[in-house]
Structure formats: C-alpha cells, structure tokens
C-alpha cells in the first residue's frame, strides 16, 4: 500500500507543494508515499526507479527526467501491477497518463502579454534542446514569438539546464549584447531565481531597464520591489488529479487519461512598455 513520488528537484518550491499535497491526498487513502528527487536526470531516475521496483509501489507519480528515456523501465514496472502516471513533463511517446500545464498557450499568453507592452527584443531563458533542456515551454516559445509577428535573434539563442546559476550566466551574457533583450521571460521559478540575481547585480533596474516575466507564482515574487509578473500554475488542483487518475488504475482502471491544466498571468509591475 505504497505509491511513488519522482520530482525533478526537491528544493524548488513548485515539487514542494506538489509533493506535500500528493502526500496528503495518498495519506487519505491509507496509503504511504516515498519520494525521490531525479535533478531531472533520467540516469537518477533509473536508480530511484529500481528502488521502487524492489518496494513494490502499487502506483507512481513520476516527473520524468532529461536524458536518455527510461520508457523501458517503466513499461516493465507496468506490466509488474504499478500504476504509473507522468506530471509536468512526459518522456516522446509515452503511452502512461498524464498530467500537465497547458504549457503552449500559457507561453502564447505571456508572448501576448509582453508584445502588447510594446517589446519586440524578447528572450527566453532556455532554449529547446532535444537533450539538455527538452521541454514544452521552450520549444513552444518560438511559435508563440512568430504568431506574434516577432523573430528570435541567433544569439538569443542558448541552451541551458534548468538552474539558477545557469540562469544567472545567460542573463548576464544577454544583457551585455549590443542589442540586448528589452524582456525576459522564465521558463521556471528556479531560472528566474538566478535571472533576478543577475539582474540587481548588474545594477539594471526591473521594468525599467528590463521587463521580466516567469512562470511559478514562488513566495519571493511578490516580496520584491517590484513584484515579479507571473504565470501562476495550479500546483494543488495538479496533484490531486495526479493522485485520483493513480488510484483509479491501482482499483483497475486502465484507460489513458492526458489532462491538461490551464495557467493564470499575475500582473504586477515587473513588466512595463520598453524604455524609448
């Protein structure tokens, strides 16, 4: 009477709250959840995996991780009885269940948002890269920039793994281009952390020198000056269909359930029209 819980990083607050409320809602049904932290790597993963096979978890709730895919592993623990479901980013392929931000339109909505503004320079911090940093939002982001009427110049162009200090280095090498982004926009909670950092060091001020926009409504974001434009996702109401979409395969249920969430843009003065 156990499930799993793989998150991408334990210390970022956003599988934080995921974790604490998916625990809560296994606990309301008698049963015990075990947690691991990948790093987002799928290699860690394959470890955690192994351990969890040997616990005989009834289902898991896994974040899956970069790198080479474990959709072997988890087909085999699927065969043995667990249940698996995928949340927040899903391995090319899968054919477990899912659950997900609506990751496309919130980063058309953010695009929108910001070109409105008046801002064409804009830069994503991350770029899409089949390996490093494979998700949604960044491939998404693009897309959303050519809808808008606007193009990605090359040396906005760079790939990054998902860390603050990672972040940081990007931030720090757009802002001192010749024609340096006049937004930003962050894939993460956790890459704005190193953005903002980047940012007060140089001494540029936010809007008035950059216009900064992230996803994951952290507690930090609204504590400083100004306070941060967010698009907020609905972590709890995420986990609990998580949990209810495990449970009902645990019971029997075998049908494939992809379930998208939609996000919600905060504004809140970090983001302003481009200085002349």
């Known amino acids: 009477k156990t499930v799993g819980l793989i998150v991408g990083s334990i210390v970022e607050p956003f599988f934080a709250q995921l974790t604490r409320t998916i ?6 049904r008698g049963y015990t959840l075990l947690v ?6 799928s290699q860690n993963e394959l470890e955690q995996l192994k351990e969890f096979s040997g616990n005989r978890v009834g289902g898991l709730i896994i974040r899956s991780g970069y790198g080479k895919s474990n959709l072997d592993y ?35 909505e953010g695009i929108t948002y910001l ?17 490093i940093l494979p998700d949604e939002r960044s491939k ?13 110049p090359d040396a906005y ?7 603050p200090d990672d972040a940081y280095t990007l931030t720090q090498t757009l802002m001192n281009l010749e024609q340096a982004p006049t937004a930003l926009f962050a894939m993460t909670g956790n890459i704005a952390i ?18 900064l926009l992230n996803f994951d409504n952290y507690p930090w974001t609204s504590l400083v000056d100004p306070p941060i ?24 249920d075998k049908a494939v359930t992809r379930q998208r969430f939609g996000g919600k843009l905060i504004k809140r003065g970090s983001c302003a029209a481009p200085a002349a």
């Open 74 to 108: 988890l087909k085999r623990l699927q065969e043995r009885g667990t249940t698996i479901l995928e949340i927040d980013y899903f391995y090319p392929d899968s054919p477990f269940s899912h659950v997900m931000l609506d990751n496309e339109a919130c980063v058309r």
């Open 194 to 211: 190193g953005a903002f950092r980047a940012l007060r060091e140089m001494g540029l001020k936010v809007p008035q020198d950059v216009s």
């Open 115 to 131: 070109a409105a503004l008046g801002h064409e320079r804009i830069a994503a911090l991350g770029t899409y890269h089949e390996t």
């Open 229 to 252: 434009d967010v698009i907020e996702q609905p972590v709890d109401e995420m986990a609990r269909a998580a949990v209810k979409l495990v449970f009902e395969g645990i019971k029997g």
């Open 36 to 41: 691991a932290d990948s790093e987002y790597d």
């Open 157 to 163: 162009a760079r790939v990054i793994a998902p860390t």
């Open 23 to 28: 625990g809560k809602e296994v606990r309301k």
């Open 140 to 152: 998404a982001f693009p897309e959303a920039m050519k809808r808008a009427g606007l193009n990605v």
